[in-house]
T-cell receptor, first 117, second 114 residues
Framework: DTGVSQDPRHKITKRGQNVTFRCDPI?????LYWYRQTLGQGPEFLTY????????KSRLLSDRFSAERPKGSFSTLEIQRTEQGDSAMYLC???????????????FGPGTRLTVL | AQSVTQLDSHVSVSEGTPVLLRCNYS??????LFWYVQHPNKGLQLLLK??????LVKGINGFEAEFKKSETSFHLTKPSAHMSDAAEYFC????????????FGTGTRLKVLA
């Protein structure tokens, strides 16, 4: 299977703990996105990488969140000192380079569901 | 600024009857628009995309959508619903440069009655 993979699929943690999620994009995709989806809502953009460079971060991404893509391949999203409000589905997507004025189809992984107790 | 409004949070149809899921968008320039479907415990799957080539877009599983600039709409339709179409559907507007990030609507949950 050459799709986007995410690990773990589910994570239950206690408030105040740190958690880390991993995303493996489609191999030839240089663009990688993280989104967060809470219950009853559509996914919201968190951050974007082009190769290893993090080029945009949403205001949703507080100081407790950090994302990396060290070699331009897989990416990690870490949440420090988790809060109950962090409970959500965290989605990763990847895509090929977009063409100016064109479109850019993103391919999504299955997501990591985080529950903070 | 770009935004998407999905006008119905829930839609119920009987199997074999037409499906209409409504989406209105706001964009300061010519948008790229998408419809994605999300089945329980599965990832988001692309149904179809509008990229200015044609206003009537055909997608997978018999779905299609029509881009109407004058109405700023991109409604999703299917002539005959199947039980397997029951899922959450998201309308998406995308930036067409820079990050190409997605702006999602809040979703429409489609229920198909036997």
């Amino acid at each position: 299977d050459t799709g986007v993979s995410q690990d773990p699929r589910h994570k239950i943690t206690k408030r105040g703990q740190n958690v880390t999620f991993r995303c493996d994009p489609i191999s030839e995709h240089n663009r990688l996105y993280w989104y967060r989806q809470t219950l009853g809502q559509g996914p919201e953009f968190l951050t974007y990488f082009q190769n290893e460079a993090q080029l945009e971060k949403s205001r949703l991404l507080s100081d407790r969140f950090s994302a990396e893509r060290p070699k331009g391949s897989f990416s990690t999203l870490e949440i420090q000192r988790t809060e109950q409000g962090d409970s959500a589905m965290y989605l990763c997507a990847s895509s090929l380079p977009g063409a100016a004025g064109g479109y850019n189809e993103q391919f999504f992984g299955p997501g990591t569901r985080l529950t903070v107790l | 600024a770009q935004s998407v409004t999905q006008l119905d949070s829930h839609v119920s149809v009987s199997e074999g009857t037409p499906v209409l899921l409504r989406c209105n968008y706001s964009s300061s320039y010519s948008p790229s628009l998408f419809w994605y479907v999300q089945h329980p415990n599965k990832g988001l799957q692309l149904l179809l995309k509008y990229t200015s080539a044609a206003t009537l877009v055909k997608g997978i599983n018999g779905f299609e959508a029509e881009f109407k600039k004058s109405e700023t709409s991109f409604h999703l339709t299917k002539p005959s619903a199947h039980m397997s179409d029951a899922a959450e559907y998201f309308c998406v507007v995308s930036f067409t440069s820079g990050t190409y990030k997605y702006i999602f609507g809040t979703g429409t949950r489609l229920k198909v009655l036997a």
